[in-house]
T-cell receptor, first 114, second 114 residues
Framework: GNSVTQMEGPVTLSEEAFLTINCTYTATGYPSLFWYVQYPGEGLQLLLKATKADDKGSNKGFEATYRKETTSFHLEKGSVQVSDSAVYFCALSQRETSGSRLTFGEGTQLTVNP | KAGVTQTPRYLIKTRGQQVTLSCSPISGHRSVSWYQQTPGQGLQFLFEYFSETQRNKGNFPGRFSGRQFSNSRSEMNVSTLELGDSALYLC?????????????FGPGTRLTVL
């Protein structure tokens, strides 16, 4: 079945540091890939997505590139802010076989200190 | 446009009781999915409804059930509650089952079973 593996957290950075959160997946066919963010006490918000190989999703300074050859979708940001502190989830879906069902990674807690 | 709403936001029940959670999708969205979030298991897919029909189901016991109404609002029910059912239950809506439509999440219902 489908699965998503994220780098273990928590991750603690200083403001303006570079961020990378690794994500790899296992799936048959061509899944769509997503990064969601969850702030304390809230639901999930879609941060960015990519629907085919070599697509780059980007939003709010965050980027991730769909790498089919390495089955990866690593999240990066060049300069993090305190407001980026949250839990980040990598996820995939395969609408052809599973509808809207999302398979999530374990989540990575990010804390950014001033 | 109003987002996904979930009621109630917080709920405390005792073992053996049953509970019903409600989700109102974004206007015009016809697909509603439910997820359970716990510290130990992460985000797990429960089920998905589209046009009042369950289209996908996750690996949960039969105590977990749901339904969708003609206005796309959805409810999920958990019978004979167990301590392990304590979790954040998230509802997500999207326009359709297929086509790469984004899923929008509600704030969740925090269920505590004592």
């Amino acid at each position: 079945g489908n699965s998503v593996t994220q780098m273990e957290g928590p991750v603690t950075l200083s403001e303006e540091a570079f961020l990378t959160i690794n994500c790899t997946y296992t799936a048959t066919g061509y899944p769509s890939l997503f990064w969601y963010v969850q702030y304390p006490g809230e639901g999930l918000q879609l941060l960015l997505k990519a629907t085919k190989a070599d697509d780059k999703g980007s939003n709010k300074g965050f980027e991730a590139t769909y790498r089919k050859e390495t089955t990866s979708f690593h999240l990066e940001k060049g300069s993090v802010q305190v407001s980026d502190s949250a839990v980040y989830f990598c996820a995939l879906s395969q609408r052809e076989t599973s509808g809207s069902r999302l398979t999530f990674g374990e989540g990575t807690q990010l804390t950014v200190n001033p | 446009k109003a987002g996904v709403t979930q009621t109630p936001r917080y709920l405390i029940k005792t073992r053996g009781q049953q509970v019903t959670l409600s989700c109102s999708p974004i206007s015009g969205h016809r697909s509603v999915s439910w997820y359970q979030q716990t510290p130990g298991q992460g985000l797990q897919f429960l089920f998905e409804y589209f046009s009042e029909t369950q289209r996908n189901k996750g690996n949960f016991p039969g105590r977990f059930s749901g339904r969708q109404f003609s206005n796309s609002r959805s409810e999920m029910n958990v019978s004979t509650l167990e301590l392990g059912d304590s979790a954040l239950y998230l509802c997500a809506s999207s326009l359709a089952l297929t086509g790469g439509y984004e899923q929008f999440f509600g704030p969740g219902t925090r269920l505590t079973v004592l």
